[in-house]
Antibody, heavy 120, light 105 residues
Framework: EVQLLESGGDLVQPGGSLRLSCAAS????????MIWVRQAAGKGLEWVSG????????YYADSVKGRFTISRDNSKNTLFLQMNSLRGEDTALYYC?????????????WGQGTLVTVSS | DIVLTQSPATLSLSPGERATLSCRAS??????LAWYQQKPGLAPRLLIY???NRATGIPARFSGSGSGTDFTLTISSLEPEDSAVYYC???????FGQGTKVEIK
């Protein structure tokens, strides 16, 4: 059974940094691209960042480019999101997600999310 | 970037009625479109992929159609548990449409 367990969400001041983690199990982690998706309270889904299975290719939404860095440790089956220069608009529930197959960005599995609040 | 536009924003129907949700792409995505359902307080789940293929465990009352730029998610006979927000997404760009909220009267 695929399991994705996010951690690292917290209350942080504007301009601060946070590192999210996602521990994955139940599948061959290195074979699948992974994604971070966020959702502000009462709002829709926003794709944040994606990374290929090998980690060699990364992708970012314009809203976070230059501030967030996605990475993965395939030896530890863990996905990361380093978030710097945080802003109020980054406040959201952050989901870790696994793509459905080895091609394309359809999401087959989601974690339960970790809450990031950016406020002074 | 391809933009996905969903309509209507909200759909309010009674149990047993048919729901028709639309997703329009700003340029052709062939048949590479997915639909997700998100219930309050829960993570989304995949309903339909490649426009018309139901994901594992999805009831037959959910169906998808379309190609190119115009896509439809149909719920043939609404159940109370279908109250949710539905999002579309294209395969080659992981962005989502803005969602359609389905309310059951």
């Amino acid at each position: 059974e695929v399991q994705l367990l996010e951690s690292g969400g917290d209350l942080v001041q504007p301009g601060g940094s946070l590192r999210l983690s996602c521990a994955a199990s139940g599948f061959t982690f290195s074979s699948y691209a992974m994604i971070w998706v966020r959702q502000a309270a009462g709002k829709g889904l926003e794709w944040v960042s994606g990374i290929s299975g090998s980690g060699g290719s990364t992708y970012y939404a314009d809203s976070v480019k230059g501030r967030f860095t996605i990475s993965r440790d395939n030896s530890k089956n863990t996905l990361f999101l380093q978030m710097n220069s945080l802003r109020g608009e980054d406040t959201a529930l952050y989901y870790c997600a696994k793509v459905r197959t080895t091609s394309g960005w359809y999401i087959g599995h989601w974690g339960q999310g970790t809450l990031v609040t950016v406020s002074s | 970037d391809i933009v996905l536009t969903q309509s209507p924003a909200t759909l309010s129907l009674s149990p047993g009625e048919r729901a028709t949700l639309s997703c329009r792409a700003s340029q052709s995505v062939s048949s590479y479109l997915a639909w997700y359902q998100q219930k309050p307080g829960l993570a989304p789940r995949l309903l339909i992929y490649d426009a018309s293929n139901r994901a594992t465990g999805i009831p037959a009352r959910f169906s998808g159609s379309g190609s190119g730029t115009d896509f439809t998610l149909t719920i043939s006979s609404l159940e109370p548990e279908d109250s949710a927000v539905y999002y579309c997404q294209q395969r080659s760009n992981p962005g989502f449409g803005q969602g359609t909220k389905v309310e059951i009267k």
